[in-house]
């Protein structure tokens, strides 16, 4: 008689994902928070795109990853905390430090840059994780779009960022973009374009003349400082 229960079953079940030498190598290299590419994982896998896409969808049925779509590009990333509180606590059994996410981006481009019409790079993610830490946006739902809070609202109009405006426009107001160097989000949407917006307006930040990448000035460092607690 099979007295196994449907939690030892969903245990056993997600041990086995975690358990594959390849999958194991995906997971760990996911650990620091960064999303990847099928083909990126498949290089850290040591196997072929095919045989990762596989993997990759035994991960995503056992909810240990998930995809983010980026235009016409896939990223999968660790599906959560507690999946990453797991594989931290594995770790730990195994004795071994995960290695580390080594961009290859220019560093200009790597420091600051626009993506589209809103900030990216390193500058773009911290200000995105500052915005929240400063409970002036609220925490992403499940399809990455934020709100902003009253504090927030508060705050950007007293940089004169029109909050109205960005609100009223025919396109997402705040949302997660996925950042091209980092692998981390960066803020978009309607938002994210006013705040570059003003950041120009104001000299924070000036474009290059012959790339995407934007130099931060003296003014710029002392303002995101001041009004962020951001050291640039």
């Known amino acids: 008689m099979d007295v196994t229960s449907p939690l030892e079953t969903a245990v056993s079940g997600?041990?086995?994902?975690?358990?594959?030498?390849?999958?194991?190598?995906?997971?760990?290299?996911?650990?620091?928070?960064?999303?990847?590419?099928s083909t990126e994982l498949a290089v850290v896998a040591e196997v072929s795109p095919s045989t990762a896409s596989v993997h990759l969808a035994?991960?995503?049925?056992?909810?240990?990853?998930?995809v983010v779509?980026?235009?016409?590009?896939?990223?999968?990333r660790l599906a959560g905390r507690e999946v990453a509180r797991a594989l931290e606590g594995l770790s730990v059994l195994a004795g071994s430090a995960r290695p580390r996410f080594v961009p290859r981006t220019p560093s200009r481009l790597?420091?600051?840059?626009?993506?589209?019409?809103?900030?990216?790079?390193?500058?773009?993610?911290?200000?995105?994780?500052?915005?929240?830490?400063?409970?002036?946006?609220?925490?992403?739902?499940?399809?990455?779009?934020?709100?902003?809070?009253?504090?927030?609202?508060?705050?950007?109009?007293?940089?004169?960022?029109?909050?109205?405006?960005?609100?009223?426009?025919?396109?997402?107001?705040?949302c997660a973009c996925l950042d091209w160097s980092e692998r981390r989000p960066h803020l978009g949407g309607a938002l994210g374009a006013a705040l570059l917006h003003v950041a120009r307006k104001r000299k924070w930040v000036v474009p290059d003349l012959d790339s995407r990448a934007l130099g931060v000035t003296g003014l710029g460092r002392r303002e995101l400082q001041l009004r962020f607690g951001l050291a640039v």
Request: glycine fraction near 8%; proline fraction near 3%.
């Open 110 to 174: 790597r420091a600051a840059r626009t993506c589209y019409d809103h900030l990216a790079g390193n500058l773009g993610v911290a200000l995105h994780d500052r915005l929240l830490a400063l409970g002036w946006l609220s925490p992403p739902d499940r399809d990455g779009a934020y709100a902003l809070t009253a504090k927030g609202a508060k705050a950007l109009a007293a940089l004169g960022l029109d909050v109205a405006a960005a609100q009223g426009l025919r396109r997402q107001f705040a």
């Open 69 to 76: 779509v980026q235009g016409k590009h896939r990223y999968y």
């Open 58 to 66: 035994r991960l995503k049925t056992a909810r240990l990853v998930t």
């Open 14 to 37: 997600i041990a086995a994902a975690i358990g594959e030498p390849a999958r194991a190598r995906m997971l760990f290299c996911l650990m620091d928070d960064r999303a990847r590419t």
